[in-house]
């Protein structure tokens, strides 16, 4: 058996365990992310939020996963969910960054922008938040 197949059975038996800890799902949803099997691991994130709330860390994955999907309104919310419960500088920046991601996907560069400026407000070395401003405002001139 290999080791995803064991830590699959290993977290499925935690589960049974443990059947309100949201962390099993959430490391089971990486696990069917590494292979490729994004609606499983999207499944396994939302279980996880619905068991924790507050579980910033799973919102944050939830978002990246669907804008693989390009399911990127969706993505969207779960970003700004984490912006409204996130008490953690580094939820805020991901938060921020995320949005910046989707809106160059939806070609809103002027709002992109201002998400990255509040990324370098919180974290003025973030090297996203840094690149995008400068290529993005560079490529508005």
């Given at each position: 058996m290999g080791k995803t197949n064991l830590a699959v059975k290993h977290?499925?038996?935690t589960i049974q365990l443990m059947p309100k800890a949201p962390e099993p799902h959430?490391?089971?949803?990486a696990i069917?992310?590494?292979?490729n099997e994004l609606d499983k691991a999207i499944h396994e994130l939302k279980?996880?939020?619905d068991l924790n709330p507050k579980f910033t860390g799973a919102y944050l994955t939830?978002?990246?996963y669907l804008i693989l999907k390009e399911e990127l309104n969706q993505a969207e919310e779960y970003y700004r969910k984490v912006m409204r419960i996130g008490r953690q500088r580094f939820d805020?920046?991901?938060a921020h960054n995320g949005l910046a991601k989707i809106y160059i996907k939806k070609k809103m560069v002027d709002a992109a922008i201002a998400e990255w400026?509040?990324?370098l407000k919180l974290d003025p070395e973030n090297e996203e938040a840094r690149k995008g401003v400068g290529e993005y405002r560079g490529a508005k001139e």
């Open positions: 977290y499925k038996k959430y490391n089971l949803a069917h992310k590494s292979r279980i996880a939020i939830l978002a990246e805020l920046v991901e400026q509040k990324t």
